[in-house]
């Protein structure tokens, strides 16, 4: 299985400041086809998962552009221009490139 | 818009069979994949399996052998059954689509989840 490891495990982040989370895999993302199977989710409180990012930085529909994605091979990172309080959940990144589908352990963010 | 929702049993004893349905509505359940994601309370997510509208499925090697995931097209709906249940299943299950094969995959439909608790 692909092992997929986030850092931090939380975060505290005034609104208004930028926020990053780290996401490794234990092995490149990048497929024969030269897409590469790195998604990231949030669930915020109470809630289902919601997806942010598809293929390692395609923002989802809907989904706010202070929101983006970016790395390569094992090294990916989510990046929050701007944090606000609804942004405040736990965020996963999960790996799509082979079975089983893996997940971080994700990252709690909260507000200062 | 598609909407996915969970329907089952909220309380399984233990080693008996967990059965969950997973009613797709405002749209067809062909051409995706069809998930199941389990989350122990406070704990992350777990991908259990999917299967695509043809009937063809996958499943995580760690449950593969008590996991049966089904479809049935006529009802839009498609089902999990997981044998053999511990205390260590108990968690919310969540059903979800996937759109797989293209420029966009991911999980974009999740179910609002339901939560199974494994108890005598």
């Known amino acids: 299985d692909i092992v997929m490891t986030q850092s931090p495990l939380s975060l505290a982040v005034t609104p208004g400041e930028p926020a990053s989370i780290s996401c490794r895999s234990s092995?490149?993302?990048?497929?024969?086809?030269?897409?590469?199977?790195l998604e990231w989710y949030l669930q915020k409180p109470g809630q289902s998962p919601q997806l942010l990012i598809y293929l390692g930085f395609n923002r989802a529909s809907g989904v706010p552009d202070r929101f983006s994605g970016s790395g390569s091979g094992t090294d990916f990172t989510l990046r929050i221009s701007r944090v606000e309080a609804e942004d405040v959940g736990v965020y996963y990144c999960m790996q799509a490139l082979q079975s089983p589908l893996t997940f971080g352990g994700g990252t709690k963010v909260e507000i200062k | 818009q598609v909407q996915l929702q969970e329907s089952g049993p909220g309380l399984v004893k233990p080693s008996e069979t967990l059965s969950l349905t997973c009613s797709v509505s405002?749209?067809?359940?062909?051409?995706?994949?069809w998930n199941w994601i389990r989350q122990p309370l406070g704990k992350g997510l777990e991908w259990i399996g999917y299967i695509y509208y043809s009937g063809s499925a996958t499943y995580n090697p760690s449950l593969k052998t008590r996991v049966t995931i089904s479809v049935d097209t006529s009802k839009n709906q498609f089902s999990l059954k997981l044998t053999s249940v511990t205390a260590a299943d108990t968690a919310v299950y969540y059903c979800a689509r996937r759109r797989q094969g293209g420029p966009h995959d991911a999980i974009d439909i999740w179910g609002q989840g339901t939560m199974v608790t494994v108890s005598s």
């Open positions: 092995q490149s993302l990048l497929h024969i086809n030269e897409y590469t199977f």
């Open positions: 405002g749209g067809s359940i062909s051409t995706y994949y």
